[in-house]
């Protein structure tokens, strides 16, 4: 993608970005010169999941290397309220303040009720709800800062659109409702952020995308799904707007729908099995 972001100088700070979508986020914007914060809990090597807080930050600073990018690692569990203010002052500490905060991290469990652990339910919200809300508070006087010095501050969450069809919230009732929590904080966020000049926006991709939760979601195959860099470059995209402009914030944004309106049509590219038109629809959608 050619389209000139302006996002040169920028800092993000990225919850759960060791690998997958938040990962391919980090490493776009590190290209278009943003210094990233990476706040996830992965410092050992899994040999179920590839990539931790410090292999993603070599990985980002080698992709931002034109633009002498600085990646910090920080490692923080998002659940826990010490942890999250411990990564913002490491983070105001290294680059003086945060203007883009990515509430990636997410837990996924697709099971019913009768299958689904507290443990596994109090994991969800905890992070996918607790999180997102607590990033978001605990960033939000160094978003206003950035405000204030018209820096354009973005808020961006991977969150779905909010339907309340049944259907939605059968099969996997908790993690919907764990889901659409952080769907809730978009909505009322950007309201209420709306007077500070912050811009928050929920993005989501259209069909399955192919990372290590490919293992949750049963029949999905590569041919069936697009890569990571279609939600990053949509990412990229949206954190180049306006903030402050009327229209550019409390949106619940598709990535291939934000990259038509900037005039990419030809989306083949991002088919994990190029050509592929048996691409799966991602849930809620």
Known sequence: ?????????????????????????????????????????????????????????????????????????????????????????????????????????????????????????????????????????????????????????????????????????APHVAYTMAKYGMSLCVLGHAEEFRPLGIAVNALWPRTVIQTAALQMIPGILPEHCRTTAIMADAAALVLAQDAASPGHSGRFLIDDEVLRAHGITDLSGYSVVPGSTRLAPDLFL
């Open 1 to 169: 993608m050619s389209i000139d972001t302006g996002l040169v100088g920028k800092v993000a700070f990225i919850s759960g970005g060791s690998r997958g979508i938040g990962l391919a986020i980090a490493t776009r914007l590190a290209t278009e010169g943003v210094h990233v914060v990476i706040a996830a809990k992965t410092v050992e090597p899994n040999p179920r999941l590839p990539g931790t807080i410090y292999t993603a930050a070599a990985e980002i600073e080698a992709a931002g290397k034109a633009h002498n990018v600085g990646c910090l690692p920080v490692q923080a569990d998002i659940r826990d309220e010490e942890s999250v203010l411990a990564a913002v002052e490491a983070a105001k500490a290294r680059f003086g303040g945060v203007d883009i905060l990515i509430n990636n991290a997410s837990a996924i469990n697709l099971t019913p009720t009768s299958a689904t652990p507290m443990k596994r339910f109090d994991l969800m919200f905890g992070v996918n709800v607790r999180g997102t809300y607590l990033c978001t508070q605990a960033l939000l006087p160094l978003l206003t800062a950035s405000a204030k010095a018209g820096r354009n501050p973005h808020i961006l969450t991977l969150s779905p659109p909010l339907n309340l069809d049944a259907k939605w919230f």
